[in-house]
């Protein structure tokens, strides 16, 4: 993308007088990014179990497109968790989860998951590649084929999930600012 890109997606905020924080408001940016990973996940679930309501697809791209918003779900998620890079933040499932066991089980789930199975090639039970064959005298014919399961009947919980991890942003962010008022002695406020 360039930066041109960038100036006119920002023009609406410039043209109502916003300019690009300079001071330490500007270390928000890493929360709003967070914000935004936890958002992508949600809405990309939703478009997934959208997709997954039709179940069995039309199509092999009705297929591609829930089975890769699940996926993007899943990867959106744990960018959150996963190292940052210079001036960025990201969270720790000790804070995140303390005190919610059920929710930190799942969020290993959904690590794990990452890892093992939408990252990388690892040992998971969301796909399974057979190969069937028929032997009929001295011919044998070969049918390849691959299945998928995605846990639609685990998405409620993976909302939750989202959700407390968003409620979770949205606490840090308001201390962060509460205490930029006082430093600054100014009110901050967020449109």
């Known amino acids: 993308m360039q930066k041109e890109d960038l100036t006119e997606n920002l023009k609406s905020l410039t043209d109502q007088n916003f300019v ?3 001071d330490e408001t500007k270390y928000l940016n890493s929360w709003t990014n967070l914000a ?3 958002l992508e996940a949600q809405h990309s679930l939703e478009f997934s179990k959208t997709f997954n309501e039709k179940y069995p697809f039309d199509k092999f791209e009705e297929f591609v497109l829930s089975h890769g918003m ?11 968790f996963s190292s940052s890079g210079s ?7 000790k804070d995140v989860f303390k005190n919610e066991p059920k929710l930190k089980e799942i969020h290993l789930d959904l ?3 990452r890892n093992e199975y939408i990252a990388h090639n690892g040992d998971s039970d969301f796909e399974l590649a057979i190969v069937f064959q028929k032997k009929v005298e001295d011919e044998i014919t070969l049918s390849q ?9 685990d998405y ?3 909302f939750g999930l989202f959700e407390h991890c968003s409620n979770y942003i949205v ?21």
């Open 20 to 22: 690009i924080s300079e």
């Open 111 to 113: 690590m794990d998951m």
């Open 145 to 153: 084929t691959i299945t998928y399961k995605e846990p639609v009947s």
């Open 70 to 80: 699940f996926k993007n779900s899943i990867l959106s998620y744990a960018k959150c």
């Open 87 to 93: 001036g960025k933040v990201s969270l720790d499932p």
């Open 171 to 191: 606490q840090k962010v308001n201390k962060k600012a509460d205490k930029m008022e006082e430093r600054l002695d100014v009110k901050i406020k967020f449109s």
């Open 156 to 158: 409620e919980k993976f």
């Open 36 to 38: 935004m990973q936890i």
